[in-house]
């Protein structure tokens, strides 16, 4: 039971990303909270009992980037948040999001496996849990919060794009 409770707790943060859009404003906070300490357990649960999977490895950040998307979509639609901020607020996961997919359409799943979560991801994940936790229990966002959130995801999505540079993750993957 154990050895799948990290990967439980990606597929029900991956529920939660779907469920949350229509769900009543008065559950929203429930929701951010529980996908919260689904984000946290499923990767500590998963060092402190060497429960690491390549299922897990996948599987947690397709969880991560629909649970952002899907409270970030409804952020943008309910509040005067811009494209733009909507754009830099969501960086870390679309450089995640285009790095992964181009790894895996070349067809070097070894490489994709290399990619291990970033001091800076993991920053700009906290700040945009309080961003979601300010939008669902305060019905609001502090703009200082918004902004370096915002800092915070091009910083990481930066941080990401080096190391795939850095990496040659681009270079001679069909052949791999």
Not at 25 to 41: G, N, S
Not at 72 to 83: C, G, N, R
Not at 123 to 143: D, E, K, N, R
Request: glycine share 4%; proline share 5%; charged share 15%.
């Amino acid at each position: 039971m154990l050895k799948h409770l990290p990967n439980t707790l990606s597929l029900l943060r991956l529920a939660l990303a779907f469920v949350f859009p229509f769900a009543p404003e008065q559950y929203r906070l429930a929701i951010v909270a529980l996908a919260l300490a689904t984000e946290y357990f499923d990767g500590a649960l998963s060092r402190w009992f060497n429960l690491q999977t390549p299922l897990g490895a996948l599987l947690d950040p397709i969880a991560d980037k629909c649970f952002v998307l899907s409270v970030a979509v409804i952020m943008f639609l309910e509040t005067d948040m811009t494209w733009w901020q909507f754009l830099l607020f969501g960086a870390r996961d679309i450089a995640v999001f285009c790095g992964a997919s181009f790894i895996a359409w070349e067809k070097n799943w070894r490489a994709f496996f290399n990619v291990i979560p970033r001091i800076p991801g993991k920053i700009a994940t906290v700040f945009q849990f309080l961003v979601f936790l300010s939008f669902v229990g305060l019905h609001m966002i502090p703009q200082w919060l918004l902004i370096l959130t915002i800092v915070m995801s091009v910083v990481s999505a930066l941080d990401y794009i080096q190391l795939f540079v850095k990496n040659n993750f681009y270079r001679g993957m069909r052949n791999a």
